[in-house]
């Protein structure tokens, strides 16, 4: 299958700081990213779906300006925890679709660890 | 919204089928998948059926959709220990304007010698 890849897959940062993750598309062009925040052993919550130049639909309760969402280009997405605090402490990840097939594919995740 | 549910727990001994099932409540779902997690991991796309299939099969892998009864089952046969992980049904459906993906709880997986 498709390989989406994400980067760092593990990071600490000390609260109030921000952090930014990437997803990328290695192999297609990905019109539509999404992102996910998963807890301990709970299932995906989807936090925005982003399309290519344009600005990403937050899912509701999501704080946008909390959580910025950038999709420049067609392999390319980013998020950015802005102040994070140890609440933001969660495993993130990313998922790509080409638009035109049904298929979409996973990041390996990151681990964000908010001290 | 849709609503997608599944088993949390399923133990199967090495070399048996299991089957793990997963039910929805939206219809107009489009097509229907199964990711499998393992610890740490990111989702792999295990295989997804379109929803006027009624079964689909991949080596290993089985999957049955009773679309009237809104039942997804994914039969995985000859299970080994590397199959132990969580598995993740998620129904696909329009929502807000856009394709998501609406997934369930996720079955843990254990397998046995």
């Known amino acids: 299958g498709a390989v989406v890849s994400q980067h760092p897959s593990r990071v600490i940062c000390k609260s109030g700081t921000s952090v930014k993750i990437e997803c990328r598309s290695l192999?297609?062009?990905?019109?539509?990213m999404f992102w996910y925040r998963q807890f301990p052993k709970q299932s995906l919550m989807l936090m925005a779906t982003s399309n290519e130049g344009s600005k990403a639909t937050y899912e509701q309760g999501v704080e946008k300006d909390k959580f910025l969402i950038n999709h420049a280009s067609l392999t390319l997405s980013t998020l950015t925890v802005t102040s994070a605090h140890p609440e933001d402490s969660s495993f993130y990840i990313c998922?790509?679709?080409?638009?035109?097939?049904?298929?979409?594919?996973f990041g390996p995740g990151t681990r964000l660890t908010v001290t | 919204g849709e609503d997608v549910e599944q088993s949390l727990f399923l133990s199967v001994r090495e070399g048996d089928s299991s089957v793990i099932n997963c039910t929805y409540t939206?219809?107009?779902?489009?097509?229907l998948y199964w990711y499998k997690q393992e610890p740490g991991a990111g989702l792999q796309l295990l295989t997804y059926?379109?929803?006027?299939?009624d079964m689909k099969q991949d080596q290993r892998l089985t999957v049955l959709l009773n679309k009237k009864d809104k039942h997804l089952s994914l039969r995985i046969a000859d299970t080994q220990t590397g199959d132990s992980a969580i598995y993740f049904c998620a129904a696909k459906g329009l929502s807000g304007g856009y394709n998501k993906l609406i997934f369930g709880a996720g079955t843990r997986l254990a397998v046995h010698p």
């Open positions: 939206d219809s107009s779902s489009t097509y």
């Open positions: 998922s790509a679709g080409d638009g035109a097939n049904p298929e979409q594919y």
């Open positions: 059926i379109f929803s006027n299939m």
């Open positions: 192999d297609f062009q990905a019109t539509t």
